[in-house]
């Protein structure tokens, strides 16, 4: 199993209660899902590769570091996802990014394609795709399945909340992906909902139940 990365800084849980206490409302929500995301993007981020640069500072010329060339591509599964992008576009004003649109089918589960739009360079790119919701692990495998079969070669996932079903699932299917998420919640329900989870994501960001 590839890496799964449990990110538990203090500021990321604290921030985590209030995004899953049913009172927060659409506003609140997803105000805290930005600077999670963008709390998150600092420890997903860790690995970026630097190099030695010269700089002027006013007193002298010396050597610095910045960030060597390395692009990055944000890749939000709608909808939910979406609520994750602004807060790393602050961190990471150049990634570009791409979207994904699933939905996922209320019977079976199972996820289902309805968009998919990427930037040309995928395969030269350090994708991140973002969901706030891991649960059965379908619609980020198909996603990650399908930004492989586009070309990219280096992606991480990154969600908010995950079940254990979703992790296990996910790393099967792709050994190569590390995994970074704020919280391994304890279960799916009958309706395949996180287990205390925090509802549906999609809903609570954009107000559409
Ligand atoms: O791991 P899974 O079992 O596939 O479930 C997780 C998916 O379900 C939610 O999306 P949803 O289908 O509700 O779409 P939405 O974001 O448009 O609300 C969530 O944002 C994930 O994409
Ligand atoms: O708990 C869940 C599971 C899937 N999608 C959500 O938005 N929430
Ligand atoms: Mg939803």
Same mark, same amino acid.
């Given at each position: 199993?590839?890496?799964?990365? /449990?990110?538990?800084?203090?500021?990321?849980?604290?921030?985590?209660? +209030?995004?899953?206490?049913?009172?927060? $409302?659409?506003?609140? +929500?997803?105000?805290?899902? *930005?600077?999670? =995301?963008?709390?998150?993007?600092?420890?997903?981020?860790?690995?970026?590769?630097?190099?030695?640069?010269?700089? !002027?500072?006013?007193?002298?010329?010396?050597?610095?570091?910045?960030?060597?060339?390395?692009?990055?591509?944000?890749?939000?599964?709608?909808?939910?996802?979406?609520?994750?992008?602004?807060?790393?576009?602050?961190?990471?004003?150049?990634?570009?990014? $791409?979207?994904?649109? &699933?939905?996922?089918?209320? !019977?079976?589960?199972?996820?289902? *394609?309805?968009?998919? #739009? &990427?930037?040309?360079?995928? $395969? *030269?790119?350090?994708?991140?795709?973002?969901?706030?919701?891991?649960?059965?692990?379908?619609? =980020?495998?198909? =996603?990650?399945?399908?930004? #492989?079969?586009? %070309?990219? #070669?280096?992606?991480?996932?990154?969600?908010?909340?995950?079940?254990? !079903? %979703? /992790?296990?699932?996910?790393? !099967?299917?792709?050994?190569?992906?590390?995994?970074?998420? =704020?919280?391994?919640?304890?279960? /799916?329900?009958?309706? %395949?909902?996180?287990?205390? %989870?925090? $509802?549906?994501?999609?809903?609570?960001?954009?107000?559409?139940?």
């Amino acid at each position: 199993m590839k890496k799964v990365t /449990l990110i538990n800084h203090p500021l990321v849980q604290h921030k985590l209660s +209030f995004i899953r206490d049913k009172n927060t $409302g659409s506003k609140d +929500f997803r105000e805290l899902i *930005e600077e999670v =995301a963008m709390l998150m993007c600092y420890e997903v981020t860790r690995d970026m590769p630097l190099e030695e640069i010269e700089i !002027e500072t006013p007193i002298c010329t010396t050597k610095a570091k910045a960030l060597s060339g390395k692009k990055v591509g944000i890749v939000p599964i709608l909808r939910a996802g979406l609520g994750m992008v602004d807060g790393m576009l602050k961190l990471i004003p150049a990634a570009k990014v $791409g979207h994904i649109g &699933l939905y996922r089918d209320p !019977e079976t589960l199972k996820p289902v *394609e309805y968009y998919c #739009k &990427l930037p040309s360079d995928i $395969g *030269e790119r350090d994708i991140i795709v973002t969901d706030p919701m891991l649960a059965t692990g379908g619609s =980020a495998a198909d =996603a990650i399945t399908l930004l #492989k079969q586009r %070309g990219a #070669k280096s992606i991480k996932l990154m969600c908010l909340i995950a079940a254990p !079903e %979703g /992790l296990e699932y996910v790393s !099967e299917q792709h050994l190569d992906v590390d995994i970074y998420t =704020a919280a391994i919640d304890e279960k /799916l329900n009958d309706h %395949g909902y996180i287990v205390p %989870g925090l $509802g549906d994501a999609g809903d609570r960001l954009f107000g559409t139940k």
